[in-house]
């Protein structure tokens, strides 16, 4: 299977590098935790995973800021960024991942149609990527879609 394939390069990348995952997401729900810890003895590499899911718990857990959301709304690179740095603070991680998106099929706005997804990912020391995609297909298609690529965008980023 595609996603057994992906845990275990997953799991190989992170015990190689010995790099630790704190994850923060929104539009996923935890998904891409429960995917990682789909793997043995992945308390090796995950930390601890956010599951924020409305703007109060952003700001209660993550930092993210009210001005944030209130000017860029949930849906934003500047909603990731500070998610993912929120997240790199309040763990033991060395790096971190955010994801908040519109999965579908409501909840789209002008200029975010469903399927918008804004990601970021920080490794200590360093200064966060953010990035924004845009997915096809029905609710879980997105998510799923949103899933594989934080972990991909994670192996990317820890092998530099």
């Not at 209660?60 to 849906?75: E, I, R």
Request: charge should be negative; aromatic fraction near 6%.
């Amino acid at each position: 299977m595609v996603k057994d394939n992906l845990i275990a390069e997953f799991a190989t990348v992170m015990l190689e590098t010995g790099h630790v995952l704190v994850t923060a997401e929104s539009c996923t729900a935890g998904g891409i935790a429960n995917w990682v810890t789909d793997i043995s003895g992945s308390s090796a590499f995950l930390d601890r995973g956010y599951v924020t899911y409305s703007n109060r718990a952003k700001i209660d857990m993550l930092d993210v800021t009210a001005q944030t959301l209130a000017t860029y709304g949930a849906v934003s690179e500047q909603t990731a960024k500070e998610m993912v740095q929120g997240a790199l603070k309040n763990s033991q991680a060395s790096v971190a991942i955010s994801v908040t998106g519109i999965a579908g099929p409501t909840g789209a706005v002008d200029g975010k149609p469903v399927g918008t997804v804004c990601f970021g990912i920080q490794i200590q020391g360093h200064e966060p990527q953010i990035t924004t995609q845009h997915f096809d297909g029905d609710r879980r298609s997105v998510r799923e879609q949103s899933i594989v690529f934080a972990l991909q965008w994670i192996m990317q980023s820890v092998k530099k």
